[in-house]
């Protein structure tokens, strides 16, 4: 038996084990340093992404589109609606036969009103129910699609060139109050839309929901704007009218006849179909409607109109019935649900009826009911020259209405038209047309006379008239101006692509640029849009140095509104 004395006796000795100090690494070996952090509390990947994370949210008048800068394509697009705008634990649209209930007759001028955000006339809108909304789309798109952060996230908000100072108020105070945004940058969509597509000037058509809107950007400046009521809202209302046709027995596809009264041109001078209808029009718009590419044709190319070997003898009589590839079967989710065989060539007369008014004499129209070809082409006529030969060979069509197949070829085949018509002349009309060809004319008769005159008994070619001998200098100065110019195309009519206005909001915002409306917080929230000084008041000197080395150093508090004071 061991004694206590035995059992110390055999345990091992401390001091031949090897200290900690004989652990620690040599200082001349490679290891891994120490990290070092600026607070106790702090992570070390916080400091990575933070400051470089930008937010580009695109807010029209349908939807509101977020994302995160750097991306092709945003994380969500988000639209409002009855639906959306339901308090919490309101379920009734999940009950059965809810869609199927009767609803109240709703008034003149309020067609798709629950569907939109805003509008330009705002005697009519609550403002307090639109930052409601703008508040509840922006937390939904923080919460369930971007799963960031707003505090020290830096916006960038898209908006329309033209908006009401109390509508832009409203919005930004409902994103500075409701989330922790230390500043907002605004950018202007057209001018977006022509970053997108790799220009610095063009022509941008915006066939939006309310109206359409045509900018000219020249150096990523508008230059120009004019707009029209002709856009998605009529086409839709139009697309109602027809589908409500074809619900009723023994209904008659009058969509194909002009209306019998051309001074009933704007939207509320014809009779408003039911608000069920609107759901059910604008899917049939977005998915199936279609424009025809040339004025003359209503059929699509491939449909043949009469076959060859059909004998010719017989007398016009009554149209057969369309045969089963020219009738399209819609499913109708109303009642009395049914399918509808609508034939293919009425799903194109709400889109020409609607943008292009192919039987309605100009003179009987409104300015802000002008048909898209003659807007796009007064647009450019009221453009300079120089800025003209660059914009009209980059017209950008873009929009929801620029999905509809056939409408962007068919916008610029009738520009081309006009064009070859009229020239660039102002002035317009059977006068015009006479004037024109009488100065032709003379111009011919002068010519002629010219050509004939005879000088010392021998017939020579006036001086004028002869051809330019070019100098020998010519050649070379006439190539060093084409490795100036680098193959730029101007003097046509050609359209361009886009990759539409957030992809280049998101695309800006890597530039690491600073904006010409950039607004903190702390000042909106003091101030308001009040704060805003004029441009006559921040200094040039600053402005062009946030271009330079200086990045981001302008003074504090001089912000404008600029393209929206």
Not at 163 to 178: G, Y
Not at 183 to 198: C, D, Q
């Amino acid at each position: 038996m061991t004694t206590a004395a035995g059992y110390f006796d055999r345990k091992p000795n401390t001091a031949a084990r090897p200290a900690i100090s004989h652990l620690q690494p040599d200082p001349s070996s490679p290891h891994t340093p120490p990290r070092t952090f600026a607070s106790a509390f702090s992570s070390p990947s916080l400091s990575y992404r933070a400051e470089d994370e930008v937010l580009v949210f695109d807010l029209g008048a349908r939807h509101l589109s977020a994302g995160v800068a750097g991306e092709s394509n945003p994380r969500c697009r988000l639209g409002f609606s009855p639906d959306t705008g339901r308090r919490v634990g309101d379920y009734r649209q999940y009950m059965p036969a809810y869609q199927d209930r009767p609803r109240k007759r709703r008034r003149r001028y309020d067609w798709g009103e629950d569907h939109e955000l805003w509008r330009m006339d705002l005697r009519e809108v609550d403002l307090g129910l639109v930052e409601d909304k703008v508040e509840r789309a922006v937390r939904k798109a923080y919460t369930e699609h971007l799963l960031l952060d707003s505090k020290n996230k830096r916006l960038n908000l898209i908006l329309p060139s033209l908006m009401p100072h109390r509508l832009l108020s409203s919005v930004l105070s409902s994103i500075f109050s409701n989330f922790q945004t230390p500043s907002i940058t605004l950018f202007s969509s057209p001018i977006l839309n022509v970053a997108a597509a790799g220009c610095r000037a063009g022509l941008v058509v915006d066939i939006g929901w309310a109206e359409t809107v045509m900018t000219g950007v020249y150096e990523h400046r508008e230059v120009s704007c004019t707009r029209t009521t002709r856009a998605m809202k009529l086409v839709t209302r139009r697309m109602a009218d027809l589908l409500k046709e074809h619900m009723e027995p023994g209904a008659t596809d009058t969509h194909q006849q002009p209306p019998a009264d051309n001074s009933k041109t704007h939207p509320a001078d014809f009779p408003l179909p039911d608000s069920r209808y609107f759901d059910f029009a604008e899917e049939v718009t977005s998915r199936i409607a279609w424009c025809p590419t040339e004025t003359q044709n209503s059929t699509p190319p491939k449909q043949a109109t009469e076959s060859p070997t059909a004998p010719k003898s017989h007398p016009p009589s009554a149209p057969p019935e369309a045969p089963n590839h020219d009738t399209i079967a819609i499913p109708s989710p109303l009642p009395p649900r049914k399918t509808l065989h609508i034939p293919f060539p009425s799903l194109a007369t709400p889109i020409e009826h609607s943008l292009f008014a192919p039987t309605q004499p100009l003179p009987s129209l409104d300015d802000h009911e002008q048909p898209l070809p003659h807007l796009l082409y007064k647009t450019l006529l009221s453009l300079p020259p120089d800025v003209r030969a660059h914009c009209m060979a980059r017209i950008i069509i873009t929009g929801g209405g620029s999905n509809i197949p056939g409408l962007k070829t068919r916008l610029l085949n009738e520009l081309r038209s006009i064009v070859e018509q009229r020239g660039w002349d102002p002035v317009y009309g059977d006068v015009a047309i006479k004037a024109r060809e009488h100065r032709q004319t003379v111009r011919d008769t002068r010519l002629h006379k010219e050509q004939d005159v005879v000088v010392g008994g021998n017939a020579e070619t006036p001086t004028h008239l002869q051809p330019q001998v070019d100098a020998p200098f010519a050649e070379k100065l006439e190539a060093e101006k084409r490795k100036r110019e680098k193959g730029v195309v101007t003097g046509e009519i050609r359209g361009v692509e886009t990759l539409g206005a957030w992809a280049g909001g998101s695309l800006v915002a890597g530039l690491k640029v600073k904006g010409v409306v950039e607004i903190d917080r702390d000042s909106f929230l003091a101030n308001g849009l009040a704060g805003a000084k004029k441009e006559a008041e921040i200094a040039h000197a600053t402005q062009r140095m946030s271009l330079g080395t200086r990045l981001g150093q302008a003074e504090k508090g001089g912000w404008t509104l600029g393209a929206w004071a």
